[in-house]
Each structure stands twice: as C-alpha cells, then as structure tokens.
C-alpha cells in the first residue's frame, strides 16, 4: 500500500502520541475524467419556529405537543432535513429549491408526499439510499416514545428497512432559540450508493 513518509510526536491532554502520515504509491487524486463514486454522503439542517394551537409534524406522524411547527407546508423539521440531506447526497440542490415555498401547490403539504418525490429524484439518478442518520434538537416534549413510530412511517414511505434509520434526540440545555421553546432544529446524513 505505501510506506510511513513522516514522524510526528505530539502530546494530547498529558497523553503522548505517535502520529505516522503514510505516502501512497501511484496516488493521484480523483479528476473529471474518472468515474463517479460508488457512494455518495449528504448532510441536511433545518429550524422551524414552533407556534401555539399547531399540529405538531415530525419523522411523519402528529406528536402530542401544545406547539406545533410554523412553515409553507406542514413543517416536518424530520422529513425537511432528510430531504436535503439525499438531495445534496445525489447533487440535486436542496428541498427549496425544488419545492419553493413561494408556490401555493406545496401550502400546507405533507412532507411525506414531498419525501416520496424525493426518492424518486435521487433513485432517477441511479442510486438507492444506504442509511440515514438524524438528530432533532427541542427541549420539549421528550421524543423518544415517539422514535419507534416514526422510523416505522419513514420506513414505510421510503421502501426501507427500519435498521437503515436512525433518529436521535436531544436538547440545547436551555440555550438558544430551541431551549426558549421557541423552536425546532434537525441534523441529518445520508448516505447512497449507486445501483
């Protein structure tokens, strides 16, 4: 494969390490004219402020809750930052992009339906979803009753195994917007493979 080119000693919290930088033989980097990846990764980030009397929309389903999400559609922060996440996985842009919220048709929509097109855009493409990773930020209601429902719908509305989703919850500690109660806020990767 190579051999060690470089010796770095550097100290860590007390700890001392051994760095070696490896020098690959024939390595060249990727260029316009080779093949594209097999795999692909992409990332989403999504808020929505979250408002009094609102169905509260998330990973598919209604999660009992005062609040719900404010947006053009039904505000589902989890299925918004899945969106973008294979999107830019497949260099397809973002979820605004192809569904603007200047357009009347996508009022109130539920995410799902734009999850399903989606799909559709990325697997066009040639690419089928690997798994997915997500973390939703709220200080309130407490979300891990509701994970293993929402894996089930996501699953099911995008033809996967529920092993291939993975949904996380967390607070902001009472910081920010998200531990005023004022809002939502998603992370999510994605990784596909060509097929």
């Known amino acids: 494969m190579g051999r060690p080119c470089t010796t770095e000693r550097t100290e860590f919290f007390g700890l001392r390490f051994v760095v070696f930088g490896w020098k690959i033989k024939n390595h060249k980097p990727?260029?316009?004219?080779?093949?594209?990846?097999?795999?692909?990764?992409?990332?989403?980030?999504?808020?929505?402020?979250?408002?009094?009397?609102?169905?509260?929309?998330?990973?598919?389903?209604?999660?009992?809750?005062?609040?719900?999400?404010?947006?053009?559609?039904?505000?589902d922060v989890l299925i918004h930052v899945i969106c973008d996440a294979l999107l830019g996985a497949a260099n397809l842009r973002n979820i605004g992009f192809h569904?603007?919220?200047?357009?009347?048709?996508?009022?109130?929509?539920?995410?799902?339906?734009?999850?399903?097109?989606?799909?559709?855009m990325v697997r066009e493409k040639g690419y089928e979803v690997g798994n997915l990773d997500?973390?939703?930020?709220?200080?309130?209601?407490?979300?891990?009753?509701?994970?293993?429902?929402?894996?089930t719908c996501l699953a099911g509305v995008m033809?996967?195994?529920?092993?291939?989703?993975?949904?996380?919850?967390?607070t902001s500690e009472h910081l920010g917007f998200v531990g005023r109660k004022e809002g939502v806020a998603a992370f999510c990767v994605a990784l596909i493979f060509k097929v």
């Open 30 to 75: 990727q260029t316009v004219n080779q093949k594209p990846l097999n795999f692909r990764i992409g990332q989403g980030y999504d808020v929505h402020q979250l408002a009094e009397g609102r169905p509260f929309w998330l990973g598919g389903i209604v999660v009992p809750h005062t609040h719900g999400g404010v947006g053009h559609s039904d505000a």
């Open 99 to 120: 569904f603007s919220d200047k357009d009347p048709q996508y009022k109130g929509v539920d995410s799902k339906l734009l999850l399903r097109k989606v799909l559709e």
């Open 134 to 151: 997500a973390t939703v930020v709220l200080q309130e209601p407490k979300l891990n009753p509701h994970i293993p429902v929402m894996k």
């Open 159 to 170: 033809g996967l195994d529920e092993e291939t989703i993975s949904i996380k919850a967390t």
